[in-house]
């Protein structure tokens, strides 16, 4: 059972949401949830030695957050790189976010590359492409 099934197994949400931080390191991005205002931003580098261990927490977070959310949830994401597990929770991630906007909760991506970075434009282009929410990808210079 991977951590997400388990995690609703076990109904893990937090009753009071409060804002999540994780402050970003060389191989962790930042994270920045504002339960408050439906913002969530991440952004650095994704490359943690485990990500399971490092996107529990953003999870149990989401899954907490999604129990009262606001009308509308943004997420601001601009990572530099991504390595392959990393892309995997990343993905997950996005999956509750269509769900919940499926179910009639709006959420949008945007999804920010640097104007030579192919590999995380490319990377952002798979995810518009494959998952059924708003997903802009935007250029920055």
């Given at each position: ?79 530099e790189y991504i ?59």
């Amino acid at each position: 059972m991977d951590i997400f099934a388990f995690l609703l197994k076990k109904n893990y949400y937090f009753c009071n949401m409060e804002n999540l931080s994780i402050e970003e390191t060389i191989k962790t991005p930042g994270v920045h949830f504002d339960a408050q205002n439906g913002v969530l931003k991440m952004n650095g580098r994704a490359i943690p030695e485990n990500p399971e261990d490092f996107f529990t927490d953003i999870m149990e977070w989401l899954f907490g957050y999604f129990k009262n959310p606001l009308n509308e949830t943004v997420v601001h994401v601009q990572l530099e790189y991504i390595n392959s597990g990393s892309s995997k929770f990343i993905l997950e991630f996005f999956n509750v976010l269509e769900e919940k906007h499926q179910n009639g909760h709006y959420a949008k991506v945007n999804w920010y590359y640097e104007e030579d970075d192919e590999a995380v434009y490319d990377l952002g282009k798979h995810y518009q492409s494959i998952l059924d929410l708003p997903f802009e990808l935007i250029e920055i210079y």
